[in-house]
């Protein structure tokens, strides 16, 4: 009897000690979830405290779209120009733009002695002081049915290339050559005629035979033109080659910034107090930099340094934008003989407090965060372009050669590694360049804004037109 007894409360206390169990259990669980639901009835009758505030962001937030959703077509690189979008409209505008800049660069050529041009240009070849070299690679663009009359880039860039530097008083400094490299060059007519100017040099049948090889890509063909053009370009003794195509069109200012930006951060720096040349022979050697990059690749998720650029930029705007709030709003006008403005500190710690402060700075932060990211990083880097003084260099990118600056010492190297590099659609003429950055460790720069403007509607590499005309309709600096 009594082990029955025994059994019976042993089996009573392993179920009250079950229970128990899951009983802690439950009330371990119920734990985050009162938590919660008690955070979320904070927080809701936070925000209908606040609704009245709250109505008027979003009301804000809503305003701020439509202003930029109305204005959409005029910003081909924001977020929201792709919800506009007009390939025929873009087409006759960006013809229309192209046969004016046309235009005005003949009239120019046309006020130009060709012969006296030309002659200055082959003096300042036989010369050793040279300080740029500026090889155009260029090909005839046979254009279908589409466009109706020429499309003459090639003749834009060589007359801005002179009037640039004429403006400049640096026609003695530099050597600018056409490097025709079309895989038929009797026929590059454009070339030919601006032959008269400027000094030209043609790829040999020989070394352009393999222009219509079968197993040559076109990958592979321009990089076999590049090659010719920076040998052709090594010949001249100078401080610096500048390879660029034959549809990157230079800025007024391209000369000026660029010689400031050499002087003042690559060949001298700042070193405790003063201005030293640079010696780099013990440091990263200067590879190149870019004087252009596609403004719709130049968003801030494209690159590390431009995201830290998105955030840097809404920071500043928005710690403005909080300080002139506050000043209007807690500084009043004392009325007194000492005119000015009074601000009560302790006054405003009533009324607002740290955590107001905060709360308001951290959504202005967010609201100028969407702006910004929405309107587009190419339109805010614009304004550097105000002053030489502004124009910066920045960690380059892989991306595009359509406007490039090299140092002599560094050509023979890359000439070498190119010849002995296959280039494909997966690995084009770019990436390759990035890889012989990275295997000889050099420095890469690009300089923003953009020196050159890329005008070349349709493109010789694909044998078509672009798409987004309206990049070429809304260039920044044509002129």
Known sequence: MSKMMTDYANRTNTIRLRRNKYQTIKAIIKIPIRCAISTIQILARKLWHHRKYIGKTLFLYLITILCLYAVRCQLPYSKLYKYCSNDAISFAAVKEV???????AREYLST????????QYLQNG??????????????????????????????????????????????????????????????????????????????????????????????????????????TALKYKSDY????????????????????????????????????????????????????IPNSATNYHRNWFFFIQWICLTAVIAGISCLIFHLCKECKPLKSVHPGLYCSSTDKRKRTGYISSSLMLLKTFVYVLLVVWIIGRPYYMKLRATSPYFY????????????????????????????????????????ALDRYRIEKNLKQYLVTPNLFNHIGFYSALNKRFNRNGAEFVHMFDSS
Request: with cysteine; glycine share 6%.
């Open 112 to 119: 130009l002695d060709a012969s006296k041009t030309k002659i």
């Open 392 to 431: 910066a260099l920045e960690p380059g990118t892989s991306c595009c050669l359509v406007a490039v600056l090299y140092q002599p010492s560094t050509l023979p190297g890359l000439i070498n590694y190119l010849q002995k590099t296959t280039c494909t659609k997966q690995l084009p003429l770019d990436f």
């Open 241 to 292: 080659v500048i390879l660029i195509q034959d549809d990157a069109y230079p800025t007024e200012s391209f000369y000026e910034v660029l010689e400031h930006l050499l002087k003042t951060k690559v060949e001298t720096q700042i070193q405790r107090g003063e201005r030293v040349t640079m010696v780099t022979n013990n440091e990263r050697r200067l590879g190149w930099i870019k004087l252009n």
């Open 98 to 104: 192209n046969d004016q800049r046309l235009l005005e």
């Open 126 to 231: 036989d010369s050793n002081k040279l300080r740029y070299v500026i090889g155009v690679v260029s090909v005839a663009r046979r254009t279908d049915v589409t466009y109706k009359g020429q499309l003459g880039y090639l003749t834009q860039v060589m007359s801005k290339l002179h009037k640039v530097t004429v403006d400049n008083g640096a026609t003695s400094d530099i050597f600018p050559f056409i490097c025709n490299v079309d895989s038929n060059p009797g026929k590059h007519a454009e070339a030919l005629e601006l032959g008269t100017f400027f000094p030209n040099v043609t790829k040999s049948y020989s070394e352009n035979v393999s222009a219509g090889h079968p197993t040559i890509t076109s990958r592979e063909q321009e990089k076999q033109d590049y090659v010719f053009c920076l040998e």
